[in-house]
């Protein structure tokens, strides 16, 4: 990717962070259902108690959390583990995940990622994870020199320095700009939505995570 082709991405994804107030937008968007149904049926029953009970949660700090009504399978994305490995959310079936894309350039993402690092340390599991995934598609050394300055210990390094994992995002109108996080239940459906940073360790954070896990 040439270095004018990373500014504009960089802009298009940071442009979009001034459309956080449109999140009422989103919410909306959220209360239709799938035009064709198909994807709907690819979700299980139980994926809508489990977006049931997460949505009367969506308060306090977690207030910006736009819940799916009809949950229907996660915009397939992909990004490299890591060890270099190409992972996608597949890889994540049968545990609960909440996806997380950010940049080092995101004042908003460098604030949250200490709370992403301890919601991890606290409840990440063979039920859960914190997948934190870095977008950065230039000087490809910032990010691990962040985390490491930051302290950041219980986070797995996950990166798409492609960027085509936020696009796809935003193509599919789930990303308005960074960092943007995702509830995804362990059958890999969509629960849930965030733009914006989020005090994740908070108690309102750890009961939506929780009920997100089925507990």
């Not at 139980?46 to 009504?69: H, N, Y």
């Not at 229907?72 to 583990?81: C, K, N, S, T």
Request: hydrophobic share 45%; glycine share 10%; aromatic share 4%.
């Amino acid at each position: 990717m040439s270095e004018n082709d990373s500014r504009n991405r960089r802009i298009r994804i940071a442009g979009g962070a001034v459309a956080l107030a449109a999140l009422a937008t989103l919410a909306v968007l959220y209360g239709k259902a799938p035009p064709s149904g198909k994807a709907e049926a690819d979700c299980p029953a139980s994926s809508a108690q489990l977006g049931a009970r997460l949505a009367p949660l969506a308060r306090g700090e977690i207030a910006a959390l736009a819940v799916e009504k009809n949950p229907r399978p996660a915009v397939p994305i992909a990004f490299d583990g890591p060890d270099g490995a190409k992972l996608t959310l597949v890889d994540f079936r049968g545990r609960a995940v909440l996806l997380n894309l950010w940049a080092t350039w995101c004042v908003p993402c460098r604030i949250e990622m200490p709370a992403l690092d301890r919601l991890q340390a606290k409840a990440g599991g063979k039920d859960f994870e914190v997948v934190a995934v870095n977008v950065d598609t230039a000087r490809l050394d910032r990010p691990k020199a962040f985390l490491d300055r930051i302290g950041v210990k219980s986070l797995a390094r996950y990166a798409d320095p492609s960027g085509d994992s936020f696009e796809g995002l935003r193509l599919a109108g789930k990303a308005l700009g960074l960092p943007t996080s995702l509830m995804i239940d362990k059958d890999g459906c969509e629960l849930g939505i965030v733009a914006g940073p989020v005090n994740w360790d908070s108690d309102d954070a750890a009961k939506a995570v929780e009920a997100l896990k089925g507990q």
